[in-house]
């Protein structure tokens, strides 16, 4: 039986778990079908982590899938981003593909790996392991164009909602976009910034912005790459709201770092004490005074 949808012929099977009616048909019919990935087996490899387990004896377990390239066993991959958005090499430790042990692991495949000397809790859902040669930057934000499929008012900026950009799953804010307000059936390019951690994402990828019962979809075209250690940006905030050691200059015109002074007067005996404290922006002073003596 065919049905015929949108200028595309649908196979449609009749079939049966009980008696089992018409399901080797349909095991033909899906071995038959090609990948929707096209062969990258001369890429630098690319692993996206969907999930992450604790096996007793066997330690840091993964699965996901390989985007392109070819993961071989005792390879060492760049795990990441962190949440300093940086990447640390891992190495391979063994690969399982159905529930068997294989030697790799090639693009469109989903597989799981046993990692050495990483840690579950290092690990979370939206990282990525991908060759050296791909030189992987992370980054706090990106520009979108985004198609609003249903919003029950106005989106602005400042509005927040969760983000999903092929394994990535993380809460964005919308820093700016190209008009006041966005409706129903709006489009718009929006800069989008992650609310915890830096992620690994691909100019061009397909995206969806949700929250409740509002969901837009859309496509990122720019990825503004953050380097750790940088100046510039803190987890995607300016450096200027960033708690920072206070300056203040001397005489000579030099600066230091103003550090906390305390004096402490020695405490007389068979006294009662009052302690008066007084602070500036620079120091704090503790002062001991005998009422006796006042």
Same mark, same amino acid.
């Given at each position: 039986m065919y049905v015929v949808l949108f200028h595309r012929i649908c196979p449609i099977f009749q079939v049966s778990n009980v008696t089992g009616h018409n399901l080797d048909l349909l095991k033909s019919f899906l071995n038959l079908l090609t990948t929707r990935i096209p062969v990258?087996?001369?890429?630098?490899? @690319?692993?996206?982590?969907? @999930?992450?387990?604790?096996v007793p004896g066997v330690g840091t377990v993964i699965s996901g899938t390989c985007m392109q390239g070819v993961i071989r066993l005792s390879d060492t991959l760049l795990l990441g981003p962190t949440s300093l958005g940086e990447f640390i090499p891992v190495p391979i430790r063994s690969i399982q593909r159905k529930r068997l042990p294989v030697t790799e692991v090639r693009g469109g495949q989903t597989a799981s790996f046993a990692l050495k000397k990483i840690k579950r809790n290092q690990i979370r859902k939206g990282m990525v392991m991908v060759a050296k040669e791909l030189q992987p930057t992370a980054c706090w934000e990106f520009l979108g164009d985004i198609l609003v499929l249903h919003h029950p008012t106005t989106i602005s900026p400042k509005y927040q909602a969760m983000v999903h950009c092929g394994s990535t799953r993380q809460t964005a804010t919308i820093v700016n976009m190209n008009c006041d307000h966005l409706r129903t059936g709006d489009k718009a390019t929006c800069r989008f910034r992650f609310i915890k951690n830096p992620e690994f994402l691909h100019e061009g990828t397909r995206m969806v912005f949700r929250e409740g019962r509002t969901k837009a979809v859309g496509n990122v075209t720019t990825i503004f790459p953050y380097i750790p250690g940088s100046s510039g940006f803190h987890k995607g905030k300016p450096c200027s709201k960033v708690a920072k050691v206070k300056l203040h200059s001397e &005489?000579?015109?030099? &600066? &230091? /770092?103003? &550090?906390? /002074?305390s004096t402490v007067a020695s405490t007389p005996t068979n006294a009662e004490m009052k302690t008066e404290i007084t602070s500036s922006t620079s120091d704090v002073q503790l002062t001991l005074t005998d009422p006796s003596t006042s």
């Amino acid at each position: 039986m065919y049905v015929v949808l949108f200028h595309r012929i649908c196979p449609i099977f009749q079939v049966s778990n009980v008696t089992g009616h018409n399901l080797d048909l349909l095991k033909s019919f899906l071995n038959l079908l090609t990948t929707r990935i096209p062969v990258t087996d001369d890429l630098p490899a @690319e692993f996206q982590i969907d @999930e992450t387990y604790s096996v007793p004896g066997v330690g840091t377990v993964i699965s996901g899938t390989c985007m392109q390239g070819v993961i071989r066993l005792s390879d060492t991959l760049l795990l990441g981003p962190t949440s300093l958005g940086e990447f640390i090499p891992v190495p391979i430790r063994s690969i399982q593909r159905k529930r068997l042990p294989v030697t790799e692991v090639r693009g469109g495949q989903t597989a799981s790996f046993a990692l050495k000397k990483i840690k579950r809790n290092q690990i979370r859902k939206g990282m990525v392991m991908v060759a050296k040669e791909l030189q992987p930057t992370a980054c706090w934000e990106f520009l979108g164009d985004i198609l609003v499929l249903h919003h029950p008012t106005t989106i602005s900026p400042k509005y927040q909602a969760m983000v999903h950009c092929g394994s990535t799953r993380q809460t964005a804010t919308i820093v700016n976009m190209n008009c006041d307000h966005l409706r129903t059936g709006d489009k718009a390019t929006c800069r989008f910034r992650f609310i915890k951690n830096p992620e690994f994402l691909h100019e061009g990828t397909r995206m969806v912005f949700r929250e409740g019962r509002t969901k837009a979809v859309g496509n990122v075209t720019t990825i503004f790459p953050y380097i750790p250690g940088s100046s510039g940006f803190h987890k995607g905030k300016p450096c200027s709201k960033v708690a920072k050691v206070k300056l203040h200059s001397e &005489k000579g015109g030099k &600066k &230091k /770092r103003s &550090k906390s /002074r305390s004096t402490v007067a020695s405490t007389p005996t068979n006294a009662e004490m009052k302690t008066e404290i007084t602070s500036s922006t620079s120091d704090v002073q503790l002062t001991l005074t005998d009422p006796s003596t006042s």
